[in-house]
């Protein structure tokens, strides 16, 4: 079965950076772009940015450009989303998601939080 | 880029039907039929409800629906559950950054 596993949560501090892994089974990597998606305590969810598995081209929300970079692994079907410069502002379960096609997320992972604090 | 206007809430008795609106422009659910909907519920992941305006998963109940007329997009779903009370996005692809999520609606059955 089609499954998203993501590293898990990290604390970090105003200014630097985080890097969040997901680990993709059950469905040929290559197949499917992944997306990253943020969810702030109490707030919608927001888009950020994706990947297309298949070449490695990316297109980012430019509410994060300049700051976010999606990179993936073939060989171990692993998608990343590094963000940089962090603030308190960054503090949010951070989600990647399969696109199962005309941009409908089929598969979530289960998230990772990201509290940023000094 | 904007996020898509939702309500912030709505509510209905159980074995009623209800309806969230979601309002974009031409540049997004105008422009494609690529709109789509996940409920969430507190604490958990979001669950592709809809996708492609009006396609449903495999799975997903046929209590779910979705239609798109103009720049706005509407869910309906009938035949109310308690555990239907959840938040509810939709999304759609953009033509400046890819995909947009709208603001949210909380359903409460009452």
């Known amino acids: 079965q089609v499954r998203l596993v993501q590293s898990g949560a990290e604390v970090k501090k105003p200014g630097a950076s985080v890097r969040v892994s997901c680990k993709a089974s059950g469905y040929i990597f290559t197949n499917h772009a992944l997306h990253w998606v943020r969810q702030a305590p109490g707030q919608r969810l927001e888009w950020m940015g994706w990947i297309n598995t298949g070449n490695g081209n990316t297109k980012y929300s430019q509410n994060f450009q300049g700051r976010v970079a999606i990179t993936s692994d073939t060989s171990a079907s692993t998608a990343y989303m590094e963000l940089s410069s962090l603030r308190s502002e960054d503090t949010a379960v951070y989600y990647c998601a399969r696109n199962g096609g005309s941009y409908g997320f089929d598969y979530w992972g289960q998230g990772t939080l990201v509290p940023v604090s000094s | 880029q904007s996020a898509l206007t939702q309500p912030a809430s709505v509510s209905g008795s159980p074995g009623q039907s209800i309806t969230i ?17 996940y409920q969430q519920h507190p604490g958990k992941g979001p669950k592709l409800l809809i996708y492609d305006v009006g396609s449903r998963p495999s799975g997903v109940s046929n209590r779910f629906s979705g239609s798109k007329s103009g720049d706005a997009a509407s869910l309906t ?3 109310l559950q308690a555990e239907d009370e959840a938040d509810y996005y939709c999304s759609s692809y953009t033509r400046s950054t890819a995909v947009v999520f709208g603001g949210g609606t909380r359903l409460t059955v009452l």
Do not use: E, L, M, R
Not at chain 2, 24 to 35: C, E, F, L, P, Q
């Open chain 2, 21 to 37: 609106s979601c309002t974009g422009t031409s540049s997004d659910i105008g422009g494609y039929n690529y709109v789509s909907w």
């Open chain 2, 77 to 79: 779903i009938s035949g």
